[in-house]
């Protein structure tokens, strides 16, 4: 774009000198006329350039949110077929990759492709037993392409590793597009780094049939074998095609090996240290994270058709300088998923300078209207009672934390001011689901005065707290809470648990504890009736603690007696017999 606007001056510029000469001597005689006319030219040439450069601007956004693949998990950006033809196929990961270096990769992925574009494997923040979790359930992988047998273990020919260095760089030309050890060019991966990250048996077969595996654009030449109809036939170059590869594959591992022998005793201090992390774990978290908007992984069903928020209201939704922050490095906003329970997480994809200002201008598009009048000034006693009204009467730290009380189901209140635009603060109190249709956060009925003193209070709010990292998906369990329609499933089971039986991930944070619904002792003794008014009215109404929300402002009463209904499922029992 800068290119753009440079050329666009200079070409006003010396169009400016060139008439000059014939211009100066025309002045005398044409001169009001002449005048006007260059300088209609003059706006006219530049603006030509100016749109030129506002086009270029926006196609290098989409191509950068198409590249990157952002619009496979938001809705409201273009989705993107791209990615998926640069990230690797994972349906055979347990015989490609060694654990110990998925292991690292995934707490840590740096670039490995280079032949990709600016596309590349974004960072999820896992920690050690989340990766360990991943690592097993991508070892499970091992179905190979159709074209591809296991077949004759060739071993090595017995060749000196200076003959195999000298076929790698000389005969075969590998380092035309392959980086090794500081030689070569760097236009696919570096295969020095072949050695630790790929298996020995898996790097000969690719060799022999590098296109089997692909169905990327990736483009590795067959060396050794034609890749035809029926059964490859040998090709000319090379007689002892098996044994050749077999002795690249063995070189290239020695040469990974002091790595790989790192990377593996933290592997194994990880299994050591965390025995109880299952590969089923891992599958979870591979679903809940939307690993298929990238990847192709066969047979894995994806939970999600997009599972992050719609940013098609971002310019509206943010501040400008919160969004070029968020970019420079994410951060939790929503600490266990977009879709509460689902954990999922935002990744971050270490965006430079340049792509950040790209992005950052992209989404701010069309927020030249937003009111960022300042906020009605609160007394210390105003912002004391918008305090203490959160604190001890509304339902919203049920879900949301300010300072230190609290649960983690919407984002933290605590600093809301910095991330959000007022006008978007108020619609949210006032009118959440008309702005986030999907969320659960409630409809709450509240007096227009308190909902602008709420609003108010949020727009100046600022606590120091310690910002909340996204929760563990060990330690909690994600689901899918928008699975087969279920309404406790979805609006409940965050604090109740999927079973009802009060352990919800949110559970731990709540002052009270969430009644267990599959308590038939207890729900036993709960009218129908009383049920449904707790949903309907919130804790409160049943004098019990206001952290439980009321849900009659959002759901109706046929769903609120599904609910109910629902219940009773979950405890398999009825209420008290005066009551029936
Ligand atoms: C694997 C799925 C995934 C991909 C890919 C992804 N995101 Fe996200 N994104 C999320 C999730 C989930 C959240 C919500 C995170 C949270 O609330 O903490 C999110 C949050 C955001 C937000 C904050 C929205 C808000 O105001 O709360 C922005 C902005 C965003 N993503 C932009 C992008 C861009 C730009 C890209 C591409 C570079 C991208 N995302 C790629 C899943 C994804
Ligand atoms: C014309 C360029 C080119 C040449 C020559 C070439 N490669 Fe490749 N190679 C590629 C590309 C492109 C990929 C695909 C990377 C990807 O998966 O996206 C690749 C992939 C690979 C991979 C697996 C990639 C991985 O790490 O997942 C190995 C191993 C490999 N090449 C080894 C070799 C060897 C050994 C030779 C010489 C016999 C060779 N290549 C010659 C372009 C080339
Ligand atoms: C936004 C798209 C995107 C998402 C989402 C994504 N990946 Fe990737 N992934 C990529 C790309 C692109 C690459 C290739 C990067 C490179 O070669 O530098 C990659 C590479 C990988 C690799 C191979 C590394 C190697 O050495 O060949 C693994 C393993 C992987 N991703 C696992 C995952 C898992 C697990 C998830 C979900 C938690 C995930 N990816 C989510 C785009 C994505
Ligand atoms: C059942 C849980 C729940 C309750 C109760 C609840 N919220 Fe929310 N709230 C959420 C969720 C989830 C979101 C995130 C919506 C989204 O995805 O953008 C949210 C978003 C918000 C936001 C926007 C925050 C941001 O950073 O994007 C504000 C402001 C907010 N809520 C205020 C309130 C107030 C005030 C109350 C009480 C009157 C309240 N909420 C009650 C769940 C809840
Ligand atoms: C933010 C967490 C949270 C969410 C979300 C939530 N609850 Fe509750 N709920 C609680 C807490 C905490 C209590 C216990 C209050 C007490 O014992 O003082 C409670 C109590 C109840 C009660 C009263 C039980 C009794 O003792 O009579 C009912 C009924 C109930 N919840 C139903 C629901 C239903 C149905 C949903 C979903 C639509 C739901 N809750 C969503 C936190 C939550």
């Given at each position: ?19 000059r000469l014939f211009i100066n001597f025309l002045e005398h005689f044409l001169n009001p006329l002449t005048c006007m006319m260059r300088r209609v030219r003059n706006i006219l040439i530049f603006c030509f350039f100016c749109s030129a450069a506002m ?526």
């Open positions: 774009m800068l290119f753009a606007i440079i050329i666009g001056i200079w070409a006003t510029r010396s169009m400016v000198q060139l008439d086009l270029q601007a926006a196609s290098e956004a989409d191509s950068l949110l198409r590249e990157l693949g952002c619009g496979n998990c938001h809705n409201g950006v273009v989705s993107s077929e791209v990615v998926k033809t640069k990230a690797p196929n994972l349906s055979f990961a347990g015989v490609k990759y060694r654990p110990a270096y998925l292991f690292s990769y995934l707490q840590n992925p740096v670039r490995v492709r280079h032949n990709i574009g600016v596309a590349r494997m974004p960072d999820f923040a896992f920690d050690v037993r989340e990766s360990l979790a991943l690592t097993f359930f991508l070892s499970e992988q091992r179905k190979l392409p159709d074209r591809v047998s296991p077949g004759s273990k060739a071993g090595g020919a017995a060749r000196t590793s200076s003959e195999i260095h000298k076929i790698i760089t000389r005969e075969l030309q590998c380092t035309k597009c392959h980086i090794m050890a500081g030689e070569g060019s760097n236009r696919a991966t570096d295969l020095s780094t072949a050695g630790y990250r790929l298996r020995q048996d898996w790097l000969t077969l690719y060799l022999l049939n590098p296109a089997a595996f692909e169905g990327t654009d990736a483009g590795m030449p067959r060396f050794f074998f034609e890749d035809e109809e029926n059964g490859a036939s040998v090709h000319g170059i090379i007689s002892d095609a098996e044994e050749t590869a077999a002795s690249i594959g063995e070189y290239l591992s020695a040469m990974g090996e002091s790595k790989l022998r790192k990377l593996a005793a933290e592997f194994l201090t990880a299994k050591k240290n965390y025995a109880n992390i299952t590969a089923k774990m891992g599958e979870r978290i591979f679903l809940s994270q939307n690993c298929l908007a990238c990847h192709r992984l066969d047979g894995a069903e994806p939970w999600f058709n997009r599972n992050g928020p719609d940013l098609s209201l971002e310019s509206q939704r943010v501040r400008p300088q919160w969004l070029r922050d968020y970019f420079s490095e994410t951060h939790a906003v929503r600490p266990f998923g977009y879709f509460p329970g689902s954990g999922s997480r935002m990744p971050d994809f270490d965006l430079n300078e340049h792509e950040v200002e790209i992005l950052t201008k992209h989404f701010l598009k069309g927020n030249r209207g937003i009111d960022q009048r300042e906020p009605e000034r609160l007394s210390p006693y105003a912002m004391k009672k918008a305090e203490l009204l959160l604190r001890d009467k509304l339902s919203c730290l049920g879900c949301h934390r300010l300072d230190d009380v609290g649960g983690r189901i919407g984002p933290d209140l605590s600093r809301v001011s910095k991330r959000l635009n007022g006008p978007f603060i108020d619609m949210m109190i006032q009118h959440p689901r008309e702005l986030v249709p999907e969320s659960i956060m409630p409809e709450i009925a509240m007096q227009p005065k308190t909902a602008s003193l709420m609003g108010n209070f949020l727009k100046q709010v600022h606590m120091e707290t310690t910002p909340l990292g996204y929760l563990s998906l060990i330690d909690h369990r994600p689901f899918n809470p928008k699975a087969r329609g279920n309404l406790y499933r979805e609006y409940c089971s965050v604090c109740h648990g999927i079973d009802g039986s009060g352990n919800g991930y949110n559970a731990r944070y709540m002052p009270a504890v969430p009644v267990s619904h599959s308590d038939a002792t207890l729900m036993g003794q709960r009218a129908d009736d009383t049920l449904y008014d707790g949903i309907h009215g919130g804790g409160v109404i049943l004098g019990k603690h206001h952290f439980m929300p009321p849900w009659g402002e959002t759901l109706s009463p046929h769903e609120i007696r599904s609910l109910v209904a629902q219940i009773r499922q979950l405890c398999r029992c009825e209420g008290p017999a005066w009551s029936r």
